[in-house]
């Protein structure tokens, strides 16, 4: 069941344009990632989605209570200095009709209930701010750039506990710049650039969309002007007697039977990551 | 309870203990002025004598209660309410919130009723302990008293708020607090007495919030009515921050 769809969603602030035309449907339990680089919509998207902006055109259905069934994390949202875990927690707890324990969820989180917010690293901010959005035993869970800022043992920690999360099924919406994040928990993404979406697809669907660019890379003193010929390859660049190919996925076995045996190096395969998928797509990196 | 309350519990019990966790708010809304009183008042003599520039009354019965209620109620209105609300924002707390089934303007009741509260125990404290230490009377005109209190708390309160929704950050809202504190307790008599106030400074005061409340409360204390042209103004103060602050008011 699509529990959230966006269709031809467009946002104006005054003259600028945040958002020119993005669509995607969300399925019920799935983690979907919104994936694009710093400003190219992806907060309003979701920010939109979540009924804390009004889209200028476009149309937005969530097939739940906004404001009960919804959780939201946000980017730059803190809590009062002296308000302790424990506190915010039952705060929290108290405008829902249906919510969790707040004393199970600090277990899950892993958070000390009478720390006040001041005190607290940016990794257990992080995740009294995914505690706070789960707290109303929400539908969906939209976590705006959860992981930004963390080391990377809390950033795994945080993807472990986004992976439970989607367990319990709760259906995940969640806003990032990070490929290997996307990889690790993202069932389908949105690549959004430029306020456009320009594809929805699964992680490895993106990737098989870049094909050809799976890299052979090696050292050679003779000629590689034959694989410029093969049908698997793409480009061939030469620096020095550093080689790299670039083809489809047998890109390997075409140069290796090419070359006559002895006069190849160091060699190594690259395979076509996200990363090479999102610039493929964009014209630009991610971070 | 309904998540929807305009005064949620949970919410309540919350910020009461955020308000207890700041003692100094407490301290310059309820013990600073309950201070000066029983200090101002035992140390003075001529406190204690009638006062003929007074109409005949003990300063201490009429004039320095009246300021010193007007100090509390500025200090929670024009510092400590503003600045609480202005930091909510400023770090996304009502925005937050916002996200919840509980509605932001719950937050700013619930603020409104714990400064209010604050204010309104400041003054029965002081009250209670002028009675019991410097022999000050209660109020003969309770009812009239109690009005003018609630009509000035209103205005100061709707002139806080306008404050908070114009402030564009937490430390413009602190400084342009006690900026303007300070010369509204000046013209509200605290350090010059409106009757010892040269003519075209009276006429300043009697148009200025504070000096109106001032001299209605000291009025009242001195079993007076207040004047019609004080409460007018009074009136006309809390209409305007009342009318700004529903104008510019944001969450975020």
Known sequence: MEIITVENLHKRYGDKVAITDVSFAVEEGEIFGIVGRNGAGKTTTVECVAGLRTPTSGTINVVADLKQQVGVQLQDCSLPDKLRVGEALSLYASFYTNPASPTD?????????????????????????????????????????LTTGLDPMARRETWDLIERIKERGVTVLLVTHFMEE?????????????????????????????????????????????????????????????????????????????????????????????????LILTGHSAV | MPATALFPRRLAITEIKLYLREPLATFFAIGLPLALLLILGAAIPDFREP?????????????????????????????????????????????RMSTTPVRPISVLTVQLV??????????????????????????????????????????????????????????????V????????????????????????????????????????????????????????????WAAAGIVAATRWFRWE
């Open chain 2, 114 to 175: 714990i400064n209010a509260v604050t204010s309104i125990l400041a003054t029965a404290l002081m009250l209670i302990f002028g009675h019991l230490i410097l022999e000050v009377p209660y109020p003969r005109m309770f009812l009239a008293f109690a009005g003018v209190f609630v009509l000035g708390s209103v205005t100061m309160f709707g002139i806080g708020l306008a404050l908070a929704a114009v402030a564009p950050n937490s430390r413009v809202v602190q400084s």
């Open chain 1, 105 to 145: 969820l600090l277990a899950e989180v892993g958070l000390d209930p009478r720390v006040p917010f001041a005190k607290l690293s940016g990794g257990q901010r992080q995740r009294l701010s995914i505690a706070l959005a789960l707290v109303g035993n929400p539908r969906i869970a939209i976590l705006d750039e």
């Open chain 1, 182 to 278: 996307v990889e690790r928990l993202c069932d389908r993404v949105a690549v959004i650039s430029e306020g456009r979406a320009l594809a929805v697809d699964t992680p490895a669907g993106l990737i098989a969309r870049a094909e050809g660019s799976d890299r052979v890379i090696f050292r050679t003193t003779g000629s590689v002007e034959l694989l410029k010929a093969l049908p698997e390859v793409a480009s061939v660049v030469i620096e020095g007697d550093l080689v790299t190919v670039t083809g489809n996925a047998n890109v390997l076995h075409a140069v290796v039977a090419a070359l006559p045996a002895g006069r190849i190096a160091d060699l190594r395969t690259e395979r076509t990551t996200l990363d090479d998928a999102f």
């Open chain 2, 51 to 95: 006062a003929a520039d007074m109409g005949g009354a003990r300063p201490v019965d009429t004039h320095l209660p009246g300021m010193m209620i007007l100090l509390s109620i500025l200090t929670v209105a024009f510092s400590v309410m503003p600045s609480a609300l202005v930091i909510y924002r400023e770090r996304g707390v009502l925005r």
């Open chain 2, 177 to 236: 607090g006690a900026g303007i504190m300070f010369p509204l307790l000046f013209l509200g008599g605290m350090w010059l007495p409106r009757p010892l106030m040269p003519e075209w400074l009276l006429v300043v005061s009697d148009y200025s919030p504070t000096g109106a409340f001032g001299q209605a409360l000291t009025d009242v204390l001195g079993n007076h009515a207040p004047s019609l042209l004080h409460l007018g103004v009074m009136v006309f």
